[in-house]
Each structure stands twice: as structure tokens, then as C-alpha cells.
């Protein structure tokens, strides 16, 4: 965007100058009016949302007005008092949101799309069960506290797509939620629409875009978290606007400070794609710092102490809200579940009923003669493996291999996982009389229990990843191939335990003695004759998580003469049979680097759409099918909105280019403050779908129309933004405006006919409650692409 000119600023700074005037005569009179006049203001009826204006176009000078505005500082100031305003607008948005988003809310009574996983973790929570998502836990927290006090215990499986709800599974306390975020969206939308200085009938066409939007009302109407990361993000932006209209440190403007840094952190806890527009609100505070500069009556001093006090509310805030959410999550979760073993094994000990109910007992710290199982630490979950099977002599891209062994990484407790630690200097496997600790720097080799050959490595390349070495257990062909079997025990976190290596929470890392490659989980799949396990080979770029290890299960390797040493050694350092303890900073640290590596990368879906798709909404989502009729749920937004939405992106962009190139030429077509709102209206709007919309085209996974729904959020606003700027064109510059923008109207009212047309004709694929013949499903389908179910004639 293209800075304020000079002359702009100038007309501004003489405009504070006159403000500032005004309000020094104003101070001479607060000392004698304000005893009467702090009475009368708890009486006084709220102000407008737009100054009166006479017929004349001049604000009339009322000394009621003046004693408004002084008491309205005043009240800014010192008032504790908490007020809550609604005017009719706003509650009829409400009102009709509410009624379209919990209209048969509990129809239909059976598992609809991405409910069998919200559902099941849901249940999960209100059975205390870990779970993992790649999500934070904030919306399904909510939904699973709507249906705990209701009395729900979790009982349902939520087995597939499609299966019926049980009598004991309360619909609507699931539903609730999302519908009530839904219901909440569009009198927030208003208000950011009247924020920004719309009229009130733009700001309410606003509204009812957002409630005749068919995907939105959807989303509204099951156990999904798109409604409840709008309603949290909308309200973000809309506190953001009201903090940095605010007096400063005022109680208002605290207040405000506060909703807004908790509402952005609430929809980053929702979803993560929260965080884009918490950047955006980031920009639009930046942007009014940047904006506040020029003014010389505010000294250096008082502009940085009140960017100190604006970075440290919305730090601590935001810090406490995300930290407070996953307590909650931890404090909720304390037992085992299916989910566990995506975390490691000091994670899944900590765990009721988890891992330390299969470790309990077996010894702590790992010394020559122990038998282990080493667990891949970070990522995917998967122990370190070997069996009988070799690598083939040549790969189909003609390198040929050692032939020796294979070693992978197996994402299935087995046998074959075992392996018995070694010093090289020893010929027994079995403990000794003195316990001979493994410790941090130390060489051990690694024999693999059950075929008893010994880990290894050499310069060969690895067979999917040809610029790491092959990892193999050591066969001797009686050729040139000398053996490398050696490897040093590196360990990470070994401050915790005095630089011993004991099971389950020291992190290792194994180096290759001859070649300084370490040990590495490398991501790919292997080949058939690999039985599709997870390759492992050695990295010389040693410094990655692949390459972090530790020991789940360990006992010692037992001989018939060794019992008493035995029995000795178990009675000395045992892992505890209780739950061990990791601490809250432990797990969550832990936590937020699994959900950023475990990712969901999902090949294909037949819904599956491009980024590019979105815009004109090329393809949709079946979300439910009823077995008896083509009554189905199915995601599609209002052609209607969505196709001008995206002309209004192209008509604002073309008004900010054709803005430009005249005050280029010095042609100032907008005054001062009509530039400066239509500049703020395409930094919060365009730039708000811009965040939202662009960074898809970078994601590497499975994308679905559902992921736009932010960015079309935003669209729509700068669709009304459009519309209010259209109008105010139309006056500016075509003679005859009246009859102009009288027609400019009658064609917005025939478009919104439209609107209520579409949404009206397909809400019967967003309510599901329909039975639709084949031909009528063949006849709500406008294109090609659009994957409608037909399974009944």
C-alpha cells in the first residue's frame, strides 16, 4: 500500500491541533459540570454508531453533545463498569443465525464426515483417555465439556461414517457448540463491518451474507471445529479494532486488549491455521504504531512505554490462554489410550495404565548384557528391526547393495526388535558379576537377539536414500568386506541422569565409529522385499531428530549361574511400578513437537481439492448419505456469494490501482479520510484473505474446500467493503447520483434475491432432511465436478 502523502498528513496533524484545542476549553469546564453531569450520564441514551447530522450536512453544536464527550473520556478513564450493548440489528442476526444453524440440528442421527474423529476424541476426553491430534485441543475441549454436563460418559465408538447414534449419545449437546459459534458469526461480522465505518444497511447485508452462506450454515451444524475457529477468529479482529480505538490504559482499553489477545490465541488453540490471523492481527496493530509515528505531540518515551505495554498484554495473554488450554488437556488426560505410542516412552510411562504397566520392574540403567528395544524418539513410531531376509544383491535403478542383512524400522512391538548390548572388548553376552554401565561416550556394538549378528556399517549407499550408508547386520561371506561394528553411545539429555544411559528417558544418539554417520529413522518405505518397513541407514549429518533413539524395554540377559547377580541387580535401580513423573513443561514441550512432525499426510481423497479449485468452488465434500432416499449432506457454499466475492477482490484491487496512478498525478479523487478508510478497509479484508488463501498453494498434504472457509470469511467482508465503496463512487462522481445509486441499489436488492434463491434451493444438501429423487439430485448439480451421491432412483 502506497503511504499517506504529505498533504494528508498535514491536514491531519491540523486537525489533532484544532481537537487539541477543543479539548483544553473542555477541561476549563469539567471541574463545574462534573458533579451534576456524572449522575445523569448512567441515564444517558448510547451514541450512534455515526454522528447526527443536520439537513445542511453540519454537526450541530449541543452543549448535551459537549458534556457527552467529556464524560465519555472520563468514564473511558476511571470507570469500572462493565457495558454490554446490542441494538436490533445485532440480535436479529443473532436470532436468525440461531434459527437456521439449530433448525433439526439433531437430523441426521448417525456420524457425519469428521465427526467419527471429533466424536471419538470427545468420548476420549470424557474417559480421560489420551488421545493424539495434530490439532490443539481447544474446540473439541469445548464440545466434550457441552456433552460431560449433560451427563454423557463417552460410550460411543463413532465406528465409521454413517452409523447411527445410540440413545445414550446426546446430539444436540455434541452439536451445540459449533452451532452456537455459527449462530455468534454473523452479528461479529456486522460489528467489524460497522468498526470500520460501513453503513448499518452494508454492515446487515453483511450479516445475512454470512448466514445465506450454505457451507458456513454446514459447518455450523456438526461436531466440526471450522465455526468455532471463525467465531474466535472474527472476534479477535473485531476487540483488535475496539483496543486500538480505545484510550490508552484505559479500562477499556485493557479490557479490549485482553478479548482480543485471548479470542486470536483461542482460534490458534482451535485449529493452527488460527495463527494466520493472529498475523494478521499483529499487522494491524503494527500498522496503527506505524501509523501513530508523525504525531510530535507524543513523546518518544510515551510511544515506546505504550508499545511495551501493548507487546507485554498480548504476550501474556496469549501465553496464558495457549499454556492454560493444554494444562487442561494434560489434567484431563491421564490415562492410556490407542494413541499413546505416537509419544515416547518417558510420555507413555507417565500414563495410568500405560507403559510402566508393561515396564514395571525392569531394570533403569543399560549395561553390557542388556536386551533393549530401541524406539525411534521423534516422529513416526517405530522400533529398531531385523530378520532373516537380506538386502537384494541390485535395486531396480541398477546400484547393488551388500547383500548383507536388512535393518528397518518396524511400527509393531516383535522378536525380531531385540537387541543385546555389547562391549567390544568381551567375547559373553551375559551381565557380569559387577555391573559394567553403559555411559555416555562409550563404544558398544549391538547384536540383534534373535539371529545373534552384530549391527552395521560401511560406505555402500542405503537403498532409498543413496546419499546415507546402508545399515545391515553383519554377515561373513568370507570376502573383502571388513566389518564395521562399532558405535558410540552419545546421550543428549545426559545432565538428567549423570551421563548414564538408562531406559525409557534418555535420548540417544548412535554414531558409527568408522564413519561418523549416526544412526537414522529416514522417513521413506521400503520395496516389497523389504516387507514395506521404514528404512534406516547412517547420516553424517548427525545434527537431526531422525537420529534421536531410546530404550523402551530392557531387561538383562539371564543365565542359570548368573541368578543371584540377577536378582541382585533387579533389587537395586528398578523403574518405578507407578506412573512415573514428567513434568507439565516436559509433556507439553514434547507435545507441541509432535504435532508439528505427525502432520496427517494423507495421499489422495476423492474430495480432495486445489487451492485453486476454491475460489469458484470447482468440487465439494459428500459428508453423509441417507441409506434409504439421496437425502445427503453435502458441502457446497452459495454460488452466488462465493462468485462475487471473488469479482469484488478484482474490483477493489482495480479501484486501489486506478487510486494510485491518480495520486501519482497529484489527482486527489478520495479526501483524506475516505482514502484513509478505504486503504484500512483493503489492509484488513484483502489482507485477511490474502493470509488465509495463499500459504495453501505451499502445503504438501491433502487439502479439502472446508480449509477456505477462513479466507472466504474475509472475502465476504471486502464484498460488503466493495458494495459501501461502489455507493459512495456513484455520489462522488456521476451526475444525477441520486437516480444512479437508486438503480446501483435496485440491482444489490435483485442480487440478494439471488443469494436467498441459491441458499434456499440447495440448504436441502446442508440439512439433509430432504429426500431427493435421482433427478433432483441430477438437477442441483451445476457442475460437472460436483461429485453429488445418487444411490436410489
Not at 555411559?439 to 556399517?457: A, F, W
Not at 443469494?755 to 444438501?765: A, D, E, K, P
Amino acid at each position: 500500500m502506497e503511504p499517506v502523502s504529505e498533504a494528508t498528513e498535514t491536514t491531519t496533524v491540523r486537525s489533532r491541533k484544532t481537537q487539541q484545542k477543543k479539548q483544553q476549553q473542555q477541561q476549563q469546564k469539567r471541574s463545574t459540570s462534573m458533579e451534576t453531569d456524572v449522575n445523569e450520564r448512567h441515564h444517558h441514551p448510547s451514541a450512534s454508531d455515526e454522528p447526527e447530522k443536520s439537513s445542511n450536512g453540519i454537526k450541530p453544536k449541543d452543549s448535551s453533545s459537549e458534556r457527552s464527550a467529556i464524560l465519555q473520556e472520563v468514564d473511558d478513564r476511571f470507570s469500572f463498569a462493565i457495558r454490554l450493548e446490542f441494538n436490533a440489528a445485532t440480535v436479529g442476526l443473532f436470532l436468525l443465525s440461531f434459527l437456521t444453524r439449530f433448525y433439526r440440528i439433531t437430523h441426521p442421527r448417525g456420524v457425519v464426515f469428521d465427526e467419527i474423529h471429533f466424536g471419538k476424541f470427545v468420548s476420549l476426553y470424557l474417559k480421560n483417555t489420551f488421545y493424539f491430534d495434530q490439532h490443539p485441543p481447544l474446540g473439541k475441549l469445548l464440545v466434550a465439556g457441552a456433552a460431560g454436563a449433560v451427563g454423557y460418559s463417552g460410550s460411543f465408538e463413532f465406528p465409521k461414517i454413517g452409523s447411527e447414534y445410540d440413545a445414550s449419545v446426546p446430539i444436540l449437546a455434541l452439536r451445540f457448540v459449533p452451532a452456537l459459534c455459527g449462530s455468534l458469526l454473523a452479528p461479529v461480522v456486522y460489528s467489524i463491518l460497522r468498526q470500520v465505518k460501513l453503513g448499518q444497511g452494508v454492515s446487515i447485508l453483511g450479516g445475512l451474507l454470512i448466514i445465506l452462506d450454505n457451507a458456513l450454515l454446514t459447518h455450523s451444524r456438526f461436531i466440526l471445529m471450522e465455526s468455532v475457529l471463525l467465531f474466535f477468529a472474527a472476534l479477535g479482529i473485531l476487540t483488535v479494532l475496539k483496543f486500538l480505538q480505545a484510550e490508552p490504559f484505559s479500562v477499556r482499553w485493557w479490557t479490549m486488549g485482553t478479548i482480543a489477545s485471548g479470542s486470536l490465541t483461542a482460534a490458534v488453540c482451535v485449529k493452527f491455521v488460527g495463527f494466520y490471523s493472529y498475523l494478521l492481527a499483529m499487522y494491524i496493530i503494527g500498522r496503527h504504531i506505524w501509523m501513530e509515528l508523525p504525531d510530535r505531540r507524543k513523546s518518544n518515551a510515551y510511544i515506546l512505554f505504550k508499545v511495551i505495554a501493548k507487546a507485554v498484554l498480548i504476550v501474556s495473554v496469549s501465553l496464558a490462554v495457549y499454556v492454560g488450554c493444554f494444562y487442561l488437556h494434560f489434567a484431563t488426560l491421564y490415562k492410556a489410550g490407542p494413541h499413546d505410542n505416537v509419544m515416547t516412552s518417558a510420555f507413555q510411562a507417565s500414563l495410568e495404565g500405560g507403559l510402566a504397566s508393561i515396564t514395571k520392574g525392569q531394570p533403569l540403567r543399560v549395561q553390557h548384557g542388556s536386551q533393549i528395544t530401541l524406539k525411534h524418539t521423534h516422529g513416526r513410531v517405530c522400533w529398531l528391526h531385523s530378520h532373516t531376509h537380506v538386502y537384494p544383491i541390485k535395486y531396480k535403478d541398477g546400484r547393488g547393495s551388500s547383500h548383507q542383512q536388512q535393518v528397518t524400522c518396524y511400527g509393531f512391538k516383535d522378536v525380531n526388535n531385540w537387541w543385546i548390548v555389547k562391549r567390544p572388548n568381551k567375547d559373553s553376552l551375559m551381565v557380569d558379576d559387577e555391573p559394567d554401565y553403559i555411559e555416555n561416550g562409550d563404544v558398544v556394538q549391538l547384536v540383534h537377539g534373535v539371529t545373534s549378528r552384530v549391527l552395521n556399517s560401511h560406505d555402500v549407499a542405503s537403498p532409498m536414500s543413496p546419499l546415507c550408508q546402508e545399515v545391515s547386520c553383519y554377515i561373513d561371506y568370507n570376502i573383502s568386506m571388513p566389518a564395521n561394528l562399532l558405535w558410540r553411545v552419545e546421550i543428549l539429555n545426559g545432565k538428567e541422569s549423570k551421563n548414564k544411559w538408562h531406559a525409557i528417558t534418555s535420548q540417544v544418539r548412535l554414531v558409527h565409529v568408522n564413519t561418523t554417520a549416526a544412526l537414522k529413522y529416514t522417513g521413506e518405505q521400503l520395496p516389497d522385499w523389504g516387507f514395506n518397513q521404514f528404512e534406516v541407514a547412517a547420516d553424517r549429518r548427525q545434527q537431526t531428530i531422525d537420529t534421536i533413539w531410546n530404550v523402551e524395554e530392557h531387561r538383562y540377559t539371564q543365565h542359570k549361574d548368573k541368578k543371584d547377580v540377577l536378582n541382585k541387580l533387579l533389587a537395586t535401580e528398578m523403574i518405578p511400578t507407578e506412573p512415573t513423573k514428567l513434568s507439565f513443561w516436559n509433556k507439553f514441550s514434547e507435545l507441541q513437537l509432535k504435532m508439528l512432525l505427525h502432520a496427517d499426510k494423507l495421499e489422495s481423497h476423492m474430495y480432495s481439492s486445489e487451492p485453486h479449485e476454491w475460489p469458484l468452488m470447482d468440487k465439494g465434500i459428500a459428508y453423509w448419505i441417507d441409506g434409504e432416499s439421496n437425502a445427503q449432506v453435502h458441502l457446497l457454499g452459495n454460488l452466488v456469494i462465493w462468485y462475487s466475492a471473488t469479482l469484488a477482490i478484482l474490483m477493489y484491487v482495480g479501484f486501489l490501482v486506478f487510486y494510485l496512478i491518480r495520486r501519482r498525478r497529484e489527482l486527489y479523487d478520495l479526501d483524506p479520510v475516505e482514502w484513509d478508510r478505504f486503504r484500512l478497509g483493503g489492509e484488513i479484508f484483502l489482507a485477511g484473505y490474502l493470509i488465509h488463501y495463499l500459504p495453501y498453494f505451499f502445503v504438501e498434504r491433502t487439502l479439502f474446500l472446508y480449509n477456505y472457509l477462513p479466507a472466504l470469511l474475509f472475502k465476504v467482508m471486502l464484498l460488503c467493503f466493495v458494495v459501501d465503496h461502489c455507493q459512495l463512487a456513484l455520489r462522488k462522481f456521476v451526475k444525477q447520483s441520486a437516480l444512479v445509486v437508486g438503480i446501483f441499489r435496485a440491482i444489490v436488492v435483485a442480487w440478494f434475491a439471488g443469494v436467498v434463491y441459491f441458499f434456499q434451493r440447495y440448504s436441502v444438501l446442508s440439512y439433509g432432511t430432504t429426500a431427493l429423487s435421482a433427478d433432483d439430485v441430477l438437477e442441483l448439480r451445476l457442475k460437472d465436478t460436483w461429485d453429488l451421491i445418487v444411490h436410489k432412483p
